[in-house]
């Protein structure tokens, strides 16, 4: 019987994009160099608008004056999908996996014809993921053909019109109304020799509000949701990440192992970068990237 990998969770709290972007490739580093085992990170980012490599500029629809006023940061990063927001009341998590770790079997293949995950096979994983999750809260959710990330259709989503700081919300003019599926999660990754980076955000007590400064991910005729909209009541996040963690150890079929600090994870040699990037736009091009 194979040995079940390993995965050590931590749990950061609250931090900036730009000490998130940092740490990331840290760990990366060190994963690519055997250094570390795979590693999950959850956290919450302060306020932050993000663009993935397919990104439109044009999807941030606020003005830097708004985005100012909100106190809203503004980056672009090497992650797949297009524009979206990260803030207080949601929980982002950041695999840190070696693919080579984790196999699939094709619908057609034998037991003994598995090869290592792919940037889809990886994606598809988050999602059942997210799924398991929401359902561990009673949220119903699922899958949306052609598009990335996990959505709900329950009575209690809402649609937002118009833009930025003039936007309202439209209540449902009944329940025989068609309505479109709600984004509860959205996901984009980085893959650089067979070692993944960034990952997936769910919005659980998200203010949605923040999602009038943009088209979220490009899709415009979609609304945004959370897990506190659907339930109608706050949750506890601490919850929800041990959600997370026990449903990353059964799709990934590993063992979750809870990090206190990231000083016990790396050494005190190590610890956690502080200093901003000075070139945190300038994306790495000798990276195999695969976009979700």
């Not at 803030?87 to 982002?92: A, D, H, I, M, S």
Request: net charge neutral; charged share 20%; glycine share 8%.
């Amino acid at each position: 019987m194979a040995t079940k990998i390993v995965i050590s969770i931590v749990q950061l709290g609250t931090v900036d994009y730009a000490t998130g972007l940092r740490l990331q490739q840290q760990l990366v580093d060190l994963r690519k160099q055997e250094k570390i085992g795979d590693v999950l990170l959850l956290l919450e980012h302060s306020p932050v608008i993000t663009l993935g490599r397919n990104a439109k500029a044009a999807n941030v629809i606020a003005s830097p004056e708004l985005l100012a006023q909100r106190g809203v940061e503004l980056f672009e990063c090497d992650r797949g999908g297009d524009v979206t927001f990260h803030g207080p009341g949601q929980l982002v998590a950041y695999p840190i996996f070696d693919l080579r770790g984790y196999t699939h079997r094709a619908a057609d293949a034998s037991s003994a014809q598995r090869k290592h995950l792919g940037a889809v096979d990886f994606v598809r994983r988050l999602e059942e993921i997210l799924i398991r999750t929401c359902t561990d809260f009673a949220i119903p959710t699922k899958r949306v053909a052609g598009l990335t990330g996990v959505w709900t259709t329950s009575e209690a989503a809402t649609d937002y019109v118009g833009t930025g700081a003039s936007a309202v919300q439209r209540s449902e003019a009944s329940a025989a109304d068609h309505r479109p599926e709600a984004k509860i999660a959205a996901i984009g990754v980085h893959i650089s020799r067979f070692i993944t980076s960034h990952g997936f955000a769910l919005n659980v007590n998200t203010d949605l509000s923040f999602f009038n400064l943009i088209i979220p991910c490009g899709i415009t005729a979609k609304p945004v949701t959370s897990m506190q909209q659907e339930l109608g009541k706050p949750l506890d996040l601490n919850g929800v990440a041990e959600s997370i963690s026990r449903n990353f150890g059964l799709v990934f079929s590993s063992q979750m192992l809870w990090v206190d600090t990231l000083d016990a994870l790396l050494g005190r040699s190590v610890g956690v970068p502080m200093k901003v990037p000075s070139e945190v736009r300038q994306l790495r091009g000798d990276d195999d990237i695969r976009l979700a």
